[in-house]
């Protein structure tokens, strides 16, 4: 009982280590960090795997219109911005129906709220980052979204003012991949569909005879630079079409069962032979940091994927900017693809056994599968998916779904490895929440994600600090914390065992009810709850080597070899506290209240002596609460024996006038922690570990080591 109070007492002190570190605060956004769940700390240094998606997560979620393709024009190519393209701003100044058109799918094409100033100008409200890149950049182009009133729209262009009725929304949604709004032109009465989405859920609505290999070469050539795309597209409808796609919809809308799947095969009837109008393409930049946290995580043994639902060419070169993957010839990037079951077992089956073969390499595998793939795989070839997982240290899964990220951590959970997700959005929330260790971060998606997670952060690189110190130091002190709980209350008990076979297992306890209480409660719990401050490294030490986080991975602070030991350490103890304390008195006319204080004072002694040389630093705190419980015990009991109805009177005054009593005191200590030094040096001296060989360099303040390998 004493064990688990004391874990739950320092579990929660290391969420507050967290919720109160200042380098983990994010002064851009005035975001701390939080810690939701205390009892999962030491599991932060025991990651193996981390997913994570990528916008808002490893980039800024900060989207800007850098270029677009319009009507097979390229725009903003020489520049870097389309926005300041003069052939772009002739062309809107001159009418042009393709480009004007385009610009209105940017403004219409939303769910975007506008808002006006006192002074007049407006702002907007988006749900989404590419929807508010989109509609301020029409707005630059003089296509200006003024106002929604209800179903009504209001557009700016050229001085002319052009009224919209927004007759129905065919919302965005994951398996869609698109999505679209019915509008009616008040001026003209003509009804038209403008739709926007990826490439692969645009481009194959095209309407027959459209030639769209210029838009393909367009996207190919934007996401190569890492930009984010849009294809956008409209048609006219006729009211009779309209009408009955209308009704249609809203029996779908309102249908009780499927109603999800039912809206998406209506929406399917009004989607296609569109005019496909053109690209846009935007820019979201990488987080501060993200390629530098990365790499030092990697170098600590973690194994990334990136869960992400862009392009496989914007992946790909988002991935080789963050260090996640590596270019030839360092690295090489394996390919799993296809459109039929076939073409995606025999696309897995080369990569499988290039990775078997290239596994001992020095070089850098990853492999990089699309949604449409990834399903295929997960339905029928799971078994091969999960040893590839296995041989893989990192994958980019593209065009995923939000249930394919949760599948993706629960298929790794099966194998045994500890996982942490991390996403910014409430597409992330499933993967969060299935992998041990959820980590949200509050950006520009909401809080979804941070309300979901088990720790909140501001920003990717925080990460490195909460994983490499914090949740190291918690398994380091965790480990410790749990196994001398054990200790203490075995080292007691062996000592009672013992007792029992001299006293002819008669049933007698040496030590009172109250003794024992207090020996849990009072004498042994205070000094060890200050190891939530011991730190075995300094926090600069642990992030100059990441590597020696494999000591957590590996669990070789906790687990049942060390468990033994310390095992052997309570019986020993018991062994030398039982056998100095009768050997001592046997020659002394003693009562029992005098035999059991001396060998509850033998414990206190050895319990003094292991948690110091257990100690890896010490600050006054940690002196006051070690040596300050050792003389409170003193005092505690003085005070007792000088009560004549507690049982114990005059008892401690007799013993500690008696020179016996501090040598049996001082040989118990020196028999019970003799060996134990012993063998601390020489592991220390002719055995160190990686730590061991970091901690003698910084106690000798000479140069810092780096360990490549450990």
């Not at 000088?642 to 006038?657: D, K, N």
């Not at 003799?674 to 000798?700: C, D, H, M, W």
Request: proline residues 2%; contains cysteine; neutral net charge.
């Amino acid at each position: 009982m004493s064990r688990g109070v004391s874990l739950d007492f320092v579990k929660s002190l290391y969420a507050k280590f967290i919720d109160w570190d200042e380098e983990m605060y994010d002064r851009e956004t005035d975001t701390p960090a939080h810690a939701a769940n205390t009892a999962i700390s030491e599991d932060l240094g025991q990651v193996e795997y981390i997913l994570t998606d990528k916008t808002g997560t490893l980039t800024e979620n900060k989207m800007i219109f850098r270029r677009c393709c319009i009507g097979g024009t390229l725009y903003g190519n020489e520049s870097g911005d389309a926005l300041k393209d003069v052939e772009l701003l002739n062309a809107v100044a001159n009418n042009s129906p393709n480009v004007i058109k385009f610009l209105t799918v940017m403004a219409l094409c939303n769910t975007v709220i506008p808002i006006k100033s006192p002074s007049g100008a407006i702002s907007y409200k988006a749900q989404s980052q590419d929807e508010d890149a989109l509609v301020n950049a029409a707005s630059n182009l003089h296509v200006v979204l003024v106002g929604k009133n209800g179903n009504n729209a209001e557009i700016h262009f050229n001085r002319r003012v052009i009224q919209y009725e927004i007759l129905d929304i065919l919302e965005f949604t994951s398996d869609r991949k698109r999505m679209s709004v019915v509008v009616s032109d008040s001026q003209s009465g003509k009804i038209f569909l403008l739709s926007k989405g990826t490439d692969e859920a645009i481009l194959p609505l095209a309407y027959s005879g459209q030639q769209i290999k210029t838009f393909v070469d367009a996207v190919d050539k934007y996401a190569q630079l890492g930009l984010r795309t849009l294809c956008l597209g409209w048609r006219e409808l006729s009211l009779e079409e309209y009408l009955e796609w209308s009704r249609l919809f809203k029996e779908a809308s309102s249908a009780l069962i499927d109603r999800e799947w039912k809206v998406a095969e209506v929406c399917q009837k009004l989607e296609h032979t569109l005019d496909i109008l053109g690209i846009s393409a935007i820019e979201d930049r990488l987080q501060a940091g993200v390629p530098e946290t990365i790499e030092i995580l990697r170098q600590s043994g973690i194994n990334f994927w990136m869960l992400t639902g862009d392009k496989q060419s914007t992946a790909i070169q988002i991935a080789l900017l963050c260090n996640l993957i590596s270019s030839e010839p360092k690295g090489q990037l394996l390919y799993i693809n296809g459109k039929t079951e076939d073409e995606v077992a025999r696309s897995l089956e080369r990569v499988l056994l290039t990775m078997r073969i290239t596994s001992s390499e020095p070089k850098e595998l990853a492999f990089v599968v699309d949604g449409w793939a990834l399903e295929i795989i997960l339905t029928r070839y799971k078994e091969a998916f999960t040893e590839l997982a296995v041989l893989s240290k990192t994958a980019i899964c593209c065009r995923v779904t939000p249930s394919q990220k949760a599948q993706l951590v629960k298929l790794l959970k099966s194998c045994d490895y500890r996982t942490l997700a991390i996403g910014d959005g409430g597409n992330d929330v499933r993967m969060i929440q299935q992998a041990h260790i959820g980590v949200g971060i509050s950006g520009r998606e909401g809080l979804q994600a941070a309300r979901a997670a088990d720790y909140s952060i501001g920003k990717f690189r925080f990460l490195k600090r909460l994983i490499l110190v914090h949740g190291r130091y918690s398994y380091n002190r965790t480990a410790f914390l749990s196994q001398y709980s054990f200790y203490k209350s075995l080292l007691i008990c062996f000592i009672q065992i013992l007792f029992s076979f001299v006293s002819g297992i008669a049933g007698t306890s040496l030590f009172n009810s109250v003794s024992l209480m207090a020996y849990n409660v009072f004498y042994t719990s205070i000094p060890v709850l200050t190891t939530i401050l011991d730190k075995d490294l300094s926090e600069k030490t642990v992030t100059q080597n990441p590597e020696i986080l494999l000591y957590c991975q590996a669990g070789r602070l906790l687990n049942p070899s060390t468990f033994a030991g310390w095992f052997g350490r309570s019986l020993y103890h018991a062994t030398a506290v039982f056998l100095i304390t009768i050997h001592a008195y046997a020659n002394e006319k003693s009562e029992m209240e005098e035999l059991s204080m001396v060998a509850l004072s033998g414990s206190i002694w050895l319990q003094a002596f292991v948690v110091t040389l257990e100690m890896n630093s010490f600050t006054f705190l940690q002196f006051l609460a070690i040596w300050g419980n050792f003389a409170a015990f003193y005092i505690i009991n003085f005070c007792i024996s000088s009560i004549p109805s507690a049982g114990m009177y005059t008892i401690m005054f007799r013993l500690c006038r008696q020179p016996l009593y501090w040598i049996t005191m001082l040989l118990i200590s020196g028999v019970g922690m003799g060996p134990v030094i012993a063998l601390k040096y020489f592991r220390y001296t002719y055995r160190p570990s990686a730590i061991n060989i970091l901690q003698k360099a910084e106690r000798s303040r000479g140069p810092m080591y780096t360990l490549v390998h450990t």
